[in-house]
């Protein structure tokens, strides 16, 4: 996922993610309360979202809350969120 926060641009690995926010890997530090813009390239399409930091993990990463998602935007998150959580159940059962 790419992220913009003050200026700095970042490229980030994710976590976890919800319809809510998500966690990603940093190490870039971060203050809690910060506005960040998120773009994700993705089979399912563009997502572009706006998030504030919620938590700090230092050395670890950041947990981001969703305050700005488009409604064309909301559906593709929501069949990502769909398509990430097959794969994860796929792996426990073989």
């Known amino acids: 996922m790419y992220w913009q926060c003050r200026e700095q641009e970042d490229v980030s690995r994710v976590r976890d993610m ?3 926010g998500l966690f990603i890997e940093t190490h870039q530090p971060r203050t809690e309360g910060i506005q960040t813009r ?3 390239l993705v089979q399912e ?3 572009r979202a706006d998030a504030v ?3 700090v993990r230092s050395g670890v ?3 981001l809350k969703f305050t700005a998602l488009s409604e064309q935007d909301r559906p593709k998150l929501a ?3 769909t398509r990430l959580r097959g794969t994860h159940h796929s ?3 073989s």
């Open 79 to 81: 069949a990502l969120l």
């Open 61 to 63: 990463g950041l947990g």
């Open 53 to 55: 930091v919620r938590h």
């Open 45 to 47: 399409g563009q997502i």
């Open 38 to 40: 998120l773009n994700f």
């Open 18 to 20: 919800s319809m809510g």
């Open 91 to 93: 792996h426990g059962k």
